[in-house]
Nanobody, 128 residues
Framework: VQLVESGGGLVQSGGSLRLSCAAS????????IGWFRQAPGKLREGVSC????????YYAESVKGRFTISRDNAKNTVYLQMNSLKPEDTAKYYC??????????????????????WGEGMLVTVSS
């Protein structure tokens, strides 16, 4: 059972990146998926998450309107399209899978507590 992230790297402010989270060893069809990030010296933050039940999506206020989460069950992959990137988006990004079909969301924030499988994470660096 594995989640593998890809697509991170260095980008200039205002640029775009698309992160991918591919699952192996299990099907994402019935898992809620979340993207989380952690910057140095800061707490882990829920960026976005998506339900497997009805495709409902949730976003942190800081990324709303700039990031889009989507899933392709046929490819067993979830994506995070990040546009208009800002230096404050710099962090290590992780994807995670929740065996419940709905993510845990508190005050519109995706919470990591019920996420069962995690990727190793990858760096996203946005230069000013």
């Amino acid at each position: 059972v594995q989640l593998v992230e890809s697509g991170g790297g260095l980008v200039q402010s205002g640029g775009s990146l698309r992160l991918s989270c591919a699952a192996s060893g299990f099907s994402l069809d019935y898992y809620a998926i979340g993207w989380f990030r952690q910057a140095p010296g800061k707490l882990r933050e829920g960026v976005s998450c998506i339900s497997s039940k009805d495709g409902s999506t949730y976003y942190a206020e800081s990324v709303k309107g700039r990031f889009t989460i989507s899933r392709d069950n046929a490819k067993n992959t979830v994506y995070l399209q990040m546009n208009s990137l800002k230096p404050e988006d710099t962090a290590k990004y992780y994807c995670a899978a929740d065996p419940r079909n709905e993510p845990l969301v508190v005050q519109n924030m995706c919470v990591h507590l019920t996420m069962e499988y995690w990727g190793e994470g990858m760096l996203v660096t946005v230069s000013s």
